[in-house]
């Protein structure tokens, strides 16, 4: 019977166990903000193909917009730290993949962050200055939408690097001694779900197949793992 021993210390500043536990407080922390942000408040003021009403409702609900804006930037802060965390958690495994996740993590948060401009321009145009600025209503309502719509793209399209990262994590989670085998496989099975989304809908206009709202499990299980069992020495078959 071949074992795997791992040790808790990766270097003199930081053990494999504070780096699970403060990964999966960030992610935890993730995945209430980023569903309030987006289903609880943003996707419930937009209206498609009705300008008019989405402009009135960001207007009405301008405490909220900006809440969720707010919300979307600490999300895209606390990714960092996730990638950051994981790259020390799955170095032990394969230092050079584990640092090409990291890099896509932040690749990603650096698109949400950037594609998150276009909630602040929002801001600026309904805050007061922009029904002084622009002659025609219509032409708030337009910029408004547009920048709304090139959110909901840009963070769409994101995912696509994403999904990637998730697949790089899933292969090295499996591949890892010291975590379960099937942990991995729901990581992978996440991955697929955002990637198949992701290109779904770059690739066909009408794609409107949410495959990654049923495979996501796999990341809330990796939450609850890092919390509860990531980085305690162990030996595994």
Do not use: C
Not at 26 to 45: E, V
Not at 155 to 178: N, R
């Amino acid at each position: 019977m071949n074992q795997v021993v791992i040790s808790e210390k990766t270097n003199d500043d930081i053990s494999l166990r504070n780096a699970a536990v403060i990964t999966g407080i960030a992610l935890f922390i993730m995945a209430i903000m980023a569903p309030i942000a987006n289903f609880s408040i943003l996707q419930k003021l937009i209206v498609p193909g009705d300008a008019e009403t989405t402009l009135s409702n960001v207007i009405t609900e301008g405490g909220s917009f900006r809440v969720a804006t707010a919300l979307f930037l600490i999300v895209a802060l606390l990714d960092i730290l996730v990638a950051w965390g994981l790259y020390i958690f799955l170095k032990p495994v394969n230092k050079s993949l584990s640092l090409l996740t990291a890099w896509l993590r932040v690749v990603y948060a650096t698109m949400l962050g950037v594609v998150t401009i276009s909630l602040v321009n929002v801001i600026q145009l309904t805050d007061g200055g922009g029904l002084a600025i622009l002659p025609d209503t219509g032409d708030l309502q337009g910029l408004v939408m547009q920048s709304l719509m090139r959110f909901n793209y840009g963070w769409e399209f994101s995912l696509i690097v994403f999904g990637f990262h998730l697949l790089l994590v899933g292969f090295l989670v499996f591949k890892a001694g010291y975590m379960k085998r099937i942990l991995g496989i729901f990581l992978l099975i996440a991955a697929l779900g955002y990637l198949i989304d992701g290109f779904g809908r770059l690739l066909s206009p009408g794609y409107g197949t949410g495959i990654s709202v049923y495979t996501f499990i796999g990341e809330i299980v990796l939450i609850f793992w890092l919390l509860i069992a990531g980085g305690r020495d162990k030996a595994t078959n």
